[in-house]
């Protein structure tokens, strides 16, 4: 099996699962109670906070372990819009943000909110002047993701960051999901005041995650209940998910720094092979992360190379997950200013740090012999 579709979920890393083993079964008390288990628990869980600080340079405090990015994203967004309103409600993001980051900001307008949607140019990348431009007094938050899940375009987080501290009332939020563990990312410093991380990107476990809150910052929270995480996520701690968090979250670290290089090289020569291969259109743009590759196959559509990729055993996707299932268009591809032929045609191809080059020369080939069998099918 050739698995390229690690922008969606990566295979959990055999010591995670058992991290997330031992916890459940040694560790299942609950946090919050009284007695000595609970203690135990509780201390476990400051520990794995403590050590995702200490991982990510920031403080124990600032950690809220999550079910993932929808739920930071939405607890980023809503939780500060709903808490600061009375500073203002004017949001900015831009055109290509996840659908958990889009769709919070559209229930948000249907509760008196003003949105700004910034437009991206043909790399998918925001313009810092329109963002500077785009601020008002009454704006309260500004939210851009790091990487794009579909095309890989790298956003100018660092320069937004330097905007967002000349202007104290407003809170910068990053959606960094899909960066983690790739494209290097600096909280401490860095104008960032809540940051979204998912555990099911990393080779950890779906249904964990973490949200960082810069620990100046008061939310609105989604869950009312038992003030658990500060009173920021009410509801039982899922220990040994954040345990198997934190363990996904070490080794990709470790990965990042040792084998960067690695996704870069099957990228380059993944890029080098299809634009080689007659009717086949590169997206991704020439600075982007170095595990994603968008491409076009105008005239065929994906779902066709998808099934016959995976009658192979060779797994790849279309646009994200998240939005794969609903209408043709890249909504991405299409604020990129790509044509519908582009658009409804593409192909997502993302890779993990255990993928191999031999792998990305058996896909290649795999990929034009299915185009090629396509097209002499139709004459």
């Known amino acids: 099996m050739i698995y390229l579709d690690n922008s969606a979920t990566t295979k959990p890393d055999p010591s995670v699962l058992e991290s997330f083993q031992q916890v459940s079964s040694n560790y299942f008390a609950n946090p919050s109670s009284i007695h000595q288990l609970g203690g135990t628990a509780e201390k476990l869980l400051l520990t794995a906070k403590k ?42 993001t831009s055109d290509i943000e996840h659908p958990s980051i889009y ?5 948000l307008e249907d509760h008196g909110f003003e949105v700004t949607y910034l437009p991206v140019d043909q790399n998918g990348v925001v313009s810092v002047n329109d963002l500077e431009n785009a601020i008002r007094k009454d704006t309260v938050l500004i939210s851009i993701m790091h990487v794009n899940n579909e095309t890989g ?58 949200l960082y809150v810069n620990k100046r910052i008061t939310l609105f929270p989604l869950f009312h209940g038992g003030s658990q995480e500060q009173s920021r996520r009410s509801g039982t701690e899922n220990l040994a998910g954040s345990v198997a968090f934190v363990k996904a979250l070490r080794m990709i670290k470790e990965r990042e720094k040792n084998d960067k290089q690695h996704l870069y090289d099957m990228q380059s020569y993944l890029i080098r092979k299809l634009k080689m291969m007659d009717g086949v259109e590169v997206n991704t743009p020439e600075h ?92």
């Open 51 to 92: 050590q995702t600080a200490e991982i990510l340079g920031t403080f124990p405090q600032e950690i809220v372990f999550t079910s993932g990015g929808t739920e930071g994203n939405n607890i980023a967004i809503k939780g500060i819009a709903v808490e600061h309103q009375g500073r203002g409600k004017h949001i900015i």
């Open 288 to 379: 982007a992360a170095p595990h994603i590759i968008n491409m076009s196959v105008p005239g065929i559509k994906p779902e066709v190379i998808i099934h016959m990729l995976g009658e192979q055993d060779i797994f790849i996707s279309t646009k994200s997950a998240c939005s794969s299932k609903l209408k043709d268009e890249s909504k991405v591809l299409a604020a990129c200013g790509f044509g519908r032929d582009r658009s409804t045609s593409a192909l997502r191809v993302s890779m993990s740090y255990e993928n191999t080059m031999d792998e990305m020369e058996i896909f290649a080939e795999a990929l034009a012999k299915a185009i090629k069998q396509f097209k002499e099918a139709l004459e």
């Open 103 to 107: 769709e919070a900001c559209k229930s």
């Open 153 to 210: 375009s790298v956003q100018p987080i660092k320069e937004i960051g330097e905007i967002a501290k000349k202007h104290p009332k407003l809170f910068f939020h990053v959606d960094a999901v899909q960066s983690l563990g790739k494209v290097p990312l600096k909280l401490k410093d860095s104008g960032i005041d809540l940051c979204t991380f998912s555990g099911h990107k990393i080779h950890g476990l779906k249904g964990t995650g973490m």
